[in-house]
């Protein structure tokens, strides 16, 4: 049996990085941040994990994030194809600028933020896997925070678990 990788996915947390969120980030073996951080402290204290760390910046980011964090990131994890990246649409709506990343190369899991809405979608039109981990930050318009914990094995898809974190308001 092949062995099975966890990563932390993250989303919008707004200069906040909850608490609770530091026991199920120790258990996995990477973090994936997609974007809106809010604030260097929220990068500095998830590289303080000692985790690998994937993350792009978003929207909100200033310019000390934005210097060390792409808008996209595109690598393999488990055999297969990830496109991280913050403002990218959901399926069927994808951007511009998703639609014609997509047109140019295989993406099978394509994760995104933004949009603060928890969702793992299997696009069957375009073959791949959308995720959004929602918002675990206090500030938007989402009502619950939220994370997701990939559970991950070579050659397939990931099993998803959704981390309900409490209410926005916290």
Not at 1 to 6: G, I, L, P, Q, T
Not at 40 to 47: A, D, Q, R
Not at 116 to 122: D, G, K, Q
Not at 161 to 168: D, I, S
Request: charged share 25%; proline share 6%; glycine share 14%.
């Amino acid at each position: 049996m092949a062995e099975v990788k966890r990563i932390g996915l993250l989303s919008d947390t707004h200069g906040w990085l909850d608490p609770s969120l530091l026991p199920i980030l120790e258990g996995c073996d990477e973090i994936w941040h997609a974007g809106d951080w809010g604030s260097y402290g929220v990068y500095e204290e998830l590289l303080g994990l000692g985790k690998v760390l994937r993350g792009v910046s978003g929207n909100i980011d200033g310019w000390d994030l934005r210097r060390v964090l792409p808008e996209d990131q595109v690598f393999v994890c488990c055999g297969r194809v990830v496109w991280l990246t913050h403002i990218g649409g959901t399926p069927p709506g994808y951007t511009p600028r998703i639609l014609s990343g997509l047109s140019r190369r295989r993406i099978d899991v394509l994760v995104c933020g933004h949009t603060h809405v928890v969702l793992a979608y299997r696009d069957r039109a375009r073959n791949l896997l959308y995720l959004n981990p929602g918002a675990a930050g206090k500030y938007g318009p989402h009502k619950m925070r939220t994370a997701m914990v990939l559970e991950w094995e070579e050659g397939c898809d990931p099993r998803v678990q959704v981390v309900e974190l409490g209410p926005r308001t916290g």
